[in-house]
């Protein structure tokens, strides 16, 4: 008994001490964002008012963020970044915050809930940025930058709505088919360019099958990369990511044509056998393991991991090639990509320092540090070519400003993403329903989702132009 | 206080030699049992470990074997140049007082709802147990207000706060089932000698549930160890962030390094399992101390 | 017993204050918020809509159906636990190392358990590599990526790791039973099977009314992690759980009217479920 009195004892001294050593963290500390001492207005969904900054008046901006984890590199760079940009602006300190992927949204939706949080926030493009502005969380980025400025951004078309842009365009994330060379040579495969056409790719598939080579590795079981496989193939059958609206809120059926083909192509790759036969078993990862390890001749892969994929199989070894091309739209043939983005808050107190340090992100030097740490593209235009020394990077770089295609992802509900491609495609990949059916699945979810969003139905008609 | 085996040991001369051979063979198939269990138990632990000692290569090539050698590199990129220290502090923090606090107020409450009669106990009761099955998912947005509208934003105590309020329940439903099978010759004996209830409480209740308390502080302090949703929107400070947290940042959905997750993962599971293997022996001699009486 | 009327009222004073503080505003704000939704940017009274929506989702009775699925592994979760604390009872050679091991799986991060057996019970993984070893390969399955087996996967992983905690809590209960009823029911001739019977489960009878009650709320309310990080509520929804439902529209498809619907309607459900226990326990229910 004394024994658990002593034990207890010692663990009441533990805590006392853990309490005192967290009173100094109560305490408001320079870069806590918002400071605690900072008028209760915080809790009101008005604006602080607070007038224009005196030049010597200490401002604290803070950023959440995310994208260490598809761009490592980035949060060195990021550092970088603030550093120099407070040598510049002595007066003013940023303080920034990685969030887990997990995390990203639910932080931000208490934060907006709150009207109280970051000063910066960063989005995925197209709806990911849109549905909050909708709510009204962002304010436009084109309120803030000069005309000059946004006009060097790429793929502003994911973040304009209401003839405003919402957002920042930071780095460029694009897909493509990477594969193994020495594969494709063992079956008598152009190693240069093995394939531009849906059926010459079926082709060197089944040249690949019959060697006993796994053609394409894949895993859905997590759902992502059903999400992949509908934006790569169906993109192709639109002439624009409008007619995608239009048919979220009904002009279009899901099960039209124009919607219900790509299933048939899924169909027919998977009919054919040309997925690793685990592939209902692989999460997204294991699926890129797979190749990695070259158990499988192509993947579709995403740029972003190009360069450390480059060091794993070796960087003779590693081709791209463009999305095959089956659709008839006016898409077709072009390079998906998608420019992940910041955006400033609706109750920053300090937008226009924001914007500014935003601006920061965009000139050259910082545009060039960029590559230099990640490997990955910024999404600018002024970004130097000459810096990219992989031949197989600058092509596709060159394919971005050649023909730059939306991720359709970021155009439609992420309800109708996850319920009727991740779910469609597990479906079908594990031979449960056809292309018919999986198409009719996806009119039902996006039925579902009209009945109970009317306000985000309105404001995709908005988005439309109508 | 040595507790007997349950096969009876009566036996004549003759049957003896038979009663053994059953006691060998019942006590053979418990050790099989139990041996199989330990396998089953231990395999993640194995592969937790042994992964965290391979390089990525390796582990993608063979998922189970073991390294061809011991490389300390997947340790090294989960902590160098973090601060892991402070990551370390915070959850320590965070688990210490919350664990402390809530097993205070709910051993409380659990004596009262065990042992006296009130008002409004079966309501409390019953409330308690409710409150269980509220998933902390849909708590998230509303506390958050809360805790704006409290201050207490980025600050331990809006954490501890809630940990505390959502291992209430559990907590309080557990003691309350121990508190209760306490026989009730002891508590007289302790009112005869002029015992107060908080007396009562500290030396008698709390003692002889030695097991159940200190099961509940390890399974408490493992929760708010492992805690990552909370500990992510509450503690927005780079300076507070927890280990768990910490961690897992580098989980993207398209690209996770195993070995490296594993590397940092055994680092926290560490002090959890130390926290349950020193409660041990503590609550081992707490029984038997206790339970003679 | 002898207590002033007010003493109770101290003791639950901090705990009560606290759960109120935590829990009075969001609950009171999930019932106010089930029945509204957004029009124009405003919410807005809908009365019950909001759950005429979930009855007619065919994705949120999936999710039900498999919470109640899931509740099938409660019996096997007492009884296996039941089975192995008597067993470690016995206090054979090591058995203080076995009760620890035992008790490891429930330390875990569910991260942790969750990859590794997503791993295992891959079409290559371990387990249809042991059962082609074994001579039974017409066994081996796609496990996870399957919608018949995924849910029962998951099931066996959640028992894998919840066990511990029961077999802990009966073991810890098991010995602060007095030896005397042992002594007696042994002089009696009782075997085995009768001790247990007779003494050992009556005796746990409110432990195992307690981690029967914990495991069917954890099966209701405490698997998203698992469903999360093991399927992701596939393949094709067949593992989606109530947890999981809520989580995605509250968080992802941004209908956070509907997700407080479903937990309103999980909330009623439960208090409906404890009602009745009090009803057939009578007055034996947990705070008789």
Known sequence: MKSIRKSLAVWAVIALLAVLASLPACAPQPTQAPPPTEAPATAAPAPTP?????KEEQITLTIWWWGEQEAPGAQAWLEETIAEYQKLHPNIKIQHVLQTTDGLIPAFKAAAEAKQGPDIQYFWGGVWTLEDAWAGSLVPLSDYWPESEIKHLISNEERMYDGKLWGMAWYLSGN?????????????VDTEKPFTTWDEFLTVCQKL?????????????????????????????????????????????FTDPKFADWWKRLQELRD?????????????????????????????????????????????????????????????????????????????????????????????????????????????????????????????????????????????????????????????????????????LSEEVIQKWRSQNPDAVEHFKKWLGK | MAVKSQVGERATAGESVRLKARRWAWLAFCELVMIISAV??????????????????EYIADRWGLPARI????????????????????????????????????????????????????????????????????MLVPLFLLMVELKLVNTYASAILIYVGLMMPFSTYLLTNFFKTIPQDIVDAAYMDGCSNLGIFWRIMLPLSGPAFFTLIVVNAM?????????????????????????????????????????GLVVATVPIVALYLASQKSFIRGLTAGAVK | MKYKWYEPYLFIAPGTIILLLVFFYPVVRLFRDSLMAPRGNEMVLVGLSNFRYLFSDDVFRMAIANNAKLLLSVPIMVVLALFLAILLFEQIRGWQFYRTTLFLPYLLSITVVGVIFGYMFQYRGVVNTLLQGIGLGTLAKDWLGKSEYALWVVMIVIIWKEVGFGVVLFLA????????????????????????????????????????????????????????????????????VTELYIYLMGFRYRMMHIASATSVLLVGITIVFILLQNRILGEEGAYA
């Not at chain 1, 493509?176 to 008598?188: C, D, E, M, R, W």
């Not at chain 2, 320590?92 to 004596?111: E, N, P, Q, R």
């Not at chain 2, 500990?231 to 280990?243: E, G, I, P, R, S």
């Open chain 1, 272 to 440: 054919k056998g040309y997925w690793n036969p685990d592939i209902t078993s692989l999460d997204y990862q294991q699926g890129q393991d797979l190749w990695v390890q070259g158990q499988a001749a192509m993947i579709f892969g995403n740029d972003t991991f190009y360069k450390g994929w480059m060091d794993l199989v070796g960087e003779e070894n590693f081709g791209v090639a463009k999305i095959p091309v089956w659709g008839k739209g006016k898409l077709a043939g072009g390079y998906v990509v998608t420019a992940q983005g910041l955006g400033i808050t609706s109750w920053s107190p300090h937008k226009q320092e924001a914007a500014d340090f935003l601006l920061f992100m965009h000139t050259p030097d910082r545009l060039n540090a960029w590559y230099k740490h990640t490997g990955v593209f910024p999404a600018d235009d002024r970004f130097d070519p000459n810096q990219i020394t992989s031949p197989i990077m600058r092509q596709i770089f060159q394919w971005i400003v050649e023909k730059p295609n939306p991720n359709l992802e970021n155009f439609a509900p992420s309800m109708l993403d996850e319920q009727a491609n991740f779910v469609g495609v597990q479906r079908l990949l594990a031979g449960e329903i056809d292309a018919e059916q999986a198409a009719q």
């Open chain 1, 50 to 54: 607070t007038p224009a900054p005196a």
């Open chain 2, 40 to 57: 089953v138990a231990l395999f993640p632990i194995y592969f937790m470990v042994v992964t965290s000692f391979k390089t990525q290569k």
């Open chain 1, 176 to 188: 493509s088919i990477a594969y193994n060379k020495a594969l494709l040579a063992k079956v008598g």
């Open chain 3, 173 to 240: 209960r098991l010995m602060s039973v007095q030896e005397e009823l042992f002594e007696a029911a042994r002089l009696d001739g009782a075997n085995w099977l009768q001790l247990q019977w007779y003494i050992t489960i009556p005796q746990l009878k409110s432990v195992i009314e307690f981690f029967t009650v914990i495991s069917v709320f954890t099966m209701l309310s405490w698997v998203f992690n698992y469903i999360y990080v093991m399927t992701n509520g596939g393949p094709g929804n067949a593992t989606m």
């Open chain 2, 223 to 263: 929760w708010v160890w492992n805690e990552l949703l909370i500990a992510l929107v509450f503690l927005q400070d780079n300076a507070l962030k927890t280990l768990m947290v910490g961690l897992t940042v580098f989980k993207s959905r398209y690209n996770l390094n195993i070995p490296v997750t594993m590397a």
């Open chain 2, 71 to 138: 490389t300390f590199d997947n340790y090294v990129a989960a902590f160098a140049g973090k601060a892991f220290g402070q990551w370390f502090l915070n959850s320590t923090i965070l688990t210490v007082v919350s664990v402390l606090l809530v097993s205070l107020c709910a051993g409380l409450a659990a004596y009262a709802l065990a042992r006296m009669d009130f008002i409004g106990r079966r309501l409390l009761g019953n409330l308690n147990i409710s409150l269980m099955i509220v998933p902390p998912v849909v």
């Open chain 1, 209 to 253: 099958k019959d060697a006993g080579i796994t053609p394409l590795a894949g895993g859905v079981k997590d759902g992502w990369f059903g999400g992949w496989l509908w934006q790569l193939l169906e993109h192709q059958a639109l002439d624009s990511a409008d007619e995608l609206k239009a048919a979220s809120i009904g002009e279009y059926k």
